[in-house]
């Protein structure tokens, strides 16, 4: 019965389900199509830009561009780059990754007004081709501190040595300037694109990346020891940006944004520890505090900046419970303000928190903290206003004799009292203390009841 049914059912119903099946599988067929990426008809080139300092987000994003470039058989990468300087350890991982490329690599310094300075000689120096817009300058690639000043001693004759070493060998690498690519370390030589393009510093002066691919058509490269010729006729170019999380890394290896995240923090923790209860200062001070770690994981700090700055808070905190007639305060807000300074003061790069930043950092904290602390103070030493310790000093009425317990009338409510002796009902009594829930009174002198 159950077979001539299935037999009977698949008769009638085979064309159809054909059909439907049919449809389904056509259907099916035009989404993965239609989820398929979108390919371009003919050749192409990979663009980026780099505008800001360099750290180990850029790093990440430059290696990141090389690779998709080579898989996506893309004809070349271009970097515009717009750079005041950065990480030394990151420069070195960047030229490292430009001079092992297995597609040509073209830095051009870009648009007007930018400029190529400390880290980008290097990077640009390092390019296969180098180029770069109007108006735009390369140089002064001499190492200093965080703060801006000079390495001095043992020290800084090592880090300028081996720096001046390390131009000089890409530009060899590249067949570039040498004695340029020294002088630019040692002296910190700047000059401009029309200077740079004289002294062989770099190949291009592009007004735009259509002038940049149009000159760099058909141009020799050296691809891991052979001649290439590229060839970038007609070329579309293909916009390329930091992914979600490279955004993140390159905005917390921001001093500027690593300081002011650290004084957050410690506000919105102090503020939390002053008023118990109040959750969003401590709350928003936490996750301050911990992307300040998370910053200063990415760049290279100097530990005595940060106890100094340790050393300020806490000076600023003791001024607001210690008589110290302003001394802990002056000091603390001194040994922050050296500290913050500090901070980024170290030999592998040339970063440092802006100095407007840090002074207006620096009088916003400590007045804040100033301010919360004496309000602190003052209220702990405030008349209390409510419970036992509030009826201290009252003035009440006795309703019930004392002799000496009895009855009073205070802050309109009726207490039991005791008072010093025998008080008539109606006398005018003050309060002077309690014992558990029994008021302490006294008989008010001749002089208090007048007032």
Known sequence: MFGKTSRKFLRNSGPRLFRGGLFLALALG???????????????????????????????????????????????????????????????????EILGAPIPVLVYVAPSGAGAGSAGVFITM?????????????GAAHPVAGSGQEVKGVMGEKIENF?????????????????????????????????????????IVAKDI?????QADGKKVDLDGREQIISLKDVRVERFEMGLKQKIINILS???????LLMAGILGIYMEFSH??????????????????????LLPINYAGLLLILLGIALLVGEA?????????????????????????????DLAVDRSIVFTAVGTLSAFMLLIGYLVFKSQKRKPTLGLEGLIGEIGEVRAKLSPAGKV?????????????????????????????????????????RS
């Open 409 to 449: 009338f205070v802050h309109g409510e009726y207490w039991n009292a005791e008072g010093e002796g025998e008080v008539e009902v109606g006398e005018k009594v003050k309060v002077v203390g309690f014992d558990g829930m029994r008021l302490k009174v006294t008989r008010l002198s001749e002089s208090e009841s």
């Open 321 to 349: 419970f210690l008589p110290s007639f302003g001394v802990l305060g002056i000091g603390g807000a001194i040994s922050l303000a050296l500290g913050s300074l500090l901070l980024f003061d170290t030999q592998s790069s």
């Open 254 to 260: 921001d001093p500027n944004i690593a300081y002011l």
């Open 163 to 203: 720096t001046a070493s390390f131009s000089e060998a890409i530009a060899q690498k590249r067949g570039r300037n040498t004695e340029w690519a020294i002088q630019a370390v040692r002296r910190s030589v700047s000059i401009t694109e029309k200077e740079a393009l004289k002294k062989n510093v770099i190949d």
């Open 126 to 138: 390092a390019a296969h081709i180098a180029a770069m817009a109007p108006g735009t300058n390369i």
């Open 30 to 96: 035009g989404f993965s199509l239609l989820a398929q990426p979108k390919s371009s008809s003919g050749p192409h080139v990979d663009l980026i830009v780099v505008d800001g300092g360099i750290n180990p987000a850029v790093d990440d994003f430059i290696r990141e561009s090389i690779a998709r470039a080579r898989g996506g058989g893309a004809k070349a990468l271009i970097i515009q780059l717009d750079t005041p300087g950065g990480l030394l350890s990151s420069t070195r991982s960047i030229v490292k």
């Open 210 to 214: 259509d002038d940049l691919l149009k």
């Open 276 to 297: 118990p209860g109040v959750i969003f200062p401590g709350v928003a001070g936490g996750i301050c505090l911990l992307l300040a770690l998370t910053s200063f994981q």
